[in-house]
Structures are given as C-alpha cells and as structure tokens.
Nanobody, 129 residues
C-alpha cells in the first residue's frame, strides 16, 4: 500500500515559484509511476505532469511546458514539482498520484487520472496577479 502526502503549496504572486513535494510511504513506491494533477472548484481534475519510476521519461500538459519540472528521488520516496513563472490560471489544488507498474516497466507513465491507484489529499496553490 502506498500513502501520499503533498506539501509546498501556498500563495505567490504571478511570476513567482513554488516547489511541491509528494512524500510517499510504502516499499513499492520506487516502482511506481507518479503524476501531478490539479483541480479548481467546479472543474474536472486535470493532468499536469507525470514521471516514470526510473525517472527517465516524463510528460507535461502543454500549458506548463517550460515552466514546470517534475523529478523524483526514489531513495527518499519523494517526487517534486518545481513550478516557475507561475500564472493566476495555475491556481488550483494540486494532487500527486501513484500506481505501481512493476520493475519491468521503468519507463511507463500515465496521463489519465483513472490509471492511478493512490492519491494524496492535495495542496492549495494560489497565484495572484
């Protein structure tokens, strides 16, 4: 079983930066693909970024490309989302999600929410103009 806890959210002005962290418990996390999603009130949860368990492959939603960077440290059971040049439209609750893919699938990642099994409780990011 994997449990996820997000941290690092907060309030910043447009153009600022935040680094979100996703701390995982559970020995299978190292073999888990991880994704970041975000949701605003009344909207569907949307994909932001994903990374394979070996860290070698990643994917970004178009609106965050060049501004956000996903990374992971399997030794620490951590996944990060560095967010730079933040915009007011980035305001949302950010969630990390994980799914065990097994040792043979180190390059797999997913961009759809239903593909993930474990979710954190979310952390609020607010960007003011």
């Amino acid at each position: 079983q994997v449990q996820l806890v997000e941290s690092g959210g907060g309030s910043v002005q447009a153009g600022g930066s935040l680094r979100l962290s996703c701390t995982a418990s559970g020995r299978t996390f190292s073999y888990s693909a991880v994704g970041w999603f975000r949701q605003t009130p009344g909207a569907e949860r949307e994909f932001v970024a994903a990374i394979s368990w070996n860290g070698g492959r990643f994917r970004y939603e178009d609106s965050v490309k060049g501004r956000f960077t996903i990374s992971r440290d399997n030794a620490k059971n951590m996944v990060y989302l560095q967010m730079n040049s933040l915009k007011p439209e980035d305001t949302a609750v950010y969630y990390c999600a994980a799914v065990s893919v097994g040792t043979a699938f180190g390059s797999v990642y997913y961009t759809r929410g239903p593909d993930y099994k474990h979710w954190g409780q979310g952390t609020q990011v607010t960007v003011s103009s």
